[in-house]
């Protein structure tokens, strides 16, 4: 099978860097950009963190768009407490020799986009931070938006949250830009998926694992290890999800996911749901007369259900070189 031609939409901490080598390594994912966002950290430390990545895994090929400093409304927060004070593990690695490609993200996600789309190739956006830059493009380029094969998003839930008791970090931290990407799916016909908080700490890695990188001793495998252990620390537990990791591995093992299609809104007024994905799980189809709101315009595939086991392996063996 032909390789998935992919763009990632990053705020690189800890997970997203588990995302990145899985995407610049497995050989049936062709990674065409990244684009960065803030998010998990200030964006200055998540482009250096990208470029990092990227830089280790060989992959320096691969452009690296500086994208949006903060949410379109709400004040910038970040998660340094649960991925370091850089962002990606204080493992002090040493600074990326390249910079940044001088196109904001927005006009590499429309160049990259377009480019694809008129080869025949239409890209998977997989957006794994805040989508603060993918909704700038359907508000700015809307036809090239429009020209996107699908957008995998790593954020939501229909049962778990984090950052608040209703909301998980990603759409919290930018609900405005979750909603417009959601209306521009639905407007524009692109299929969208949501790998949220209910499968999205499944997939786990434990010391073995990490045993087991550090044995390979390859600047990948060591950065993976230093990845996984920190977390192991920080959350005082011998096992660590990878995150937003799945997200990606959602594409190469679509049937390791239990999806079902049912409409989804974001919830931008609550006082206490603020960032709330509303998976509308009715069966009812019939009159809705008495629910002023209706059906969402969005429908789309949700995770419900992940064999984080079979997930996990495929990360390490990619990270491990042991995939071909």
């Known amino acids: 099978m032909p390789a998935i031609p992919l763009v990632l939409d990053v705020d690189t901490g800890v997970d997203d860097a588990c995302a990145l080598l899985l995407a610049a390594l497995h050989p049936g994912l ?14 200055a430390d998540v482009v250096r963190n990208t470029l990092t990545v990227l830089e280790v895994a060989g992959r320096v090929d691969v452009p690296v768009g500086a994208g949006a400093v903060r949410p379109l409304l709400e004040e910038p927060v970040d998660a340094r407490h649960v991925h370091g004070s850089d ?7 040493p600074a990326p020799a390249r910079r940044p490609d001088p196109r904001h993200a927005v006009e590499l996600l429309r160049d990259t986009v377009v480019s694809a789309a008129e080869r025949g190739e239409p890209v998977t956006v997989v957006p794994l931070a805040p989508m603060t830059n993918l909704a700038l493009l359907a508000r700015t380029h809307p036809d090239a938006f429009a020209r996107v094969g699908r ?17 998980e970090f990603n759409v919290f931290h930018d609900p405005e830009a979750a909603a417009v990407v959601l209306d521009a799916c639905a407007e524009h016909g692109v299929p969208v998926a949501m790998y949220g908080l209910d499968v999205f700490y499944d997939p786990r890695v434990g010391t073995v694992d990490v045993e087991r990188l550090r044995a390979a001793g390859t600047p990948v495998a060591d950065l993976a290890a230093g990845l996984v252990s920190f977390h192991h620390r920080r959350f005082a537990d011998d096992t660590a999800t990878i995150g937003d990791a799945g997200a ?29 994905t509303v998976v509308d799980r009715r069966t009812w189809t019939g009159d809705m007369r008495h629910d002023p709101h209706g059906a969402a315009p969005a429908v789309v595939d949700v995770a419900l259900g992940i064999d984080g086991e079979r997930v996990a392996r495929l990360w390490l063996d990619t990270v491990l070189g042991e995939v071909r």
């Open 151 to 167: 957008v995998v998003f790593m954020g939501g839930g229909a049962e778990i949250s984090n950052a608040t008791a209703a909301a």
């Open 87 to 93: 962002g990606m593990a204080d493992l002090g690695l």
């Open 248 to 276: 990606v591995a959602m594409l190469l093992l679509p049937d390791a996911v239990r999806t079902e299609r049912l409409p989804v809104r974001v919830e931008l007024s609550g006082t206490w749901t603020r960032g709330r």
């Open 30 to 43: 062709d990674l065409r950009a990244v684009t960065c966002a803030g998010g998990n950290a200030p964006l």
